[in-house]
């Protein structure tokens, strides 16, 4: 079987929103590498951490210029960035693996 792959952060910003959780692999500014099971999945974000407003124009500058990501970290159960030019990989809640290509 090929490997999975994604090509753009936009693809990558469609996987994490349409699994239930993923988990990715980047490098943290510090150069250290690090591991977080994610989701987008408001069923599994608690009410309070939940956003009040959604600003789908702020949401797609982030995703569309900076390459940031924000997902919910399901481990540290709070909101993080991720930087998409320092995702290693992706795996979905299917257990497929996506490389990613730049």
Known sequence: MASQVIRNVIEFFQKVKDSEYVTVEFV??????????CTLDFNKIPQDKRPKDVNIAKILNLVNVNKIVHVFDLEKMD??????????????DQNIKYNIQR
């Open 28 to 37: 943290k500014k510090d150069g250290s590498l690090r591991k977080m099971k």
């Open 79 to 92: 909101w993080r960035s991720v930087p998409y030019d320092a995702v290693k990989w992706l795996e979905d």
